[in-house]
């Protein structure tokens, strides 16, 4: 087993219930940590293990021009493009949404798959 980190993937997106939401990007901090059944020995081909790099071009060019209403949306999309697109058994995303609040600089929400 080998465990992937991806930390703090920014990405500008619209996300939020209210007008002032919707008519400014803030940044979208994904962290994913996915667990792969993979024994280091048998890894010599980027196809037979995860390919962090299309899969940071994947998740960037799916939520870069879209717009969401609530984080739980932006992580469930997430957790089903890993699903789909990886060889990843399980894991933990956690989605951080910037400059939420005057009083806040960031809510997060993370979930196990």
Do not use: W
């Amino acid at each position: 087993m080998i465990e992937v980190e991806i930390k703090s993937l920014k990405i500008p997106m619209f996300l939020g219930i209210y007008e002032y939401e919707k008519t400014l990007k803030r940044e979208v901090i994904f962290d994913l940590n996915l667990t792969c059944n993979l024994e280091l020995s048998n890894v010599n081909n980027i196809s037979d293990t995860l390919d962090y790099d299309f899969l940071i071009t994947r998740i960037t060019n799916h939520f870069q021009y879209k717009n969401f209403n609530l984080i739980e949306d932006v992580l469930y999309e997430t957790m089903t493009l890993i699903k789909a697109l990886t060889i990843a058994q399980n894991g933990k995303i956690k989605i951080t949404k910037t400059e939420t609040h005057i009083n806040v600089s960031a809510v997060s929400i993370s979930s196990n798959f």
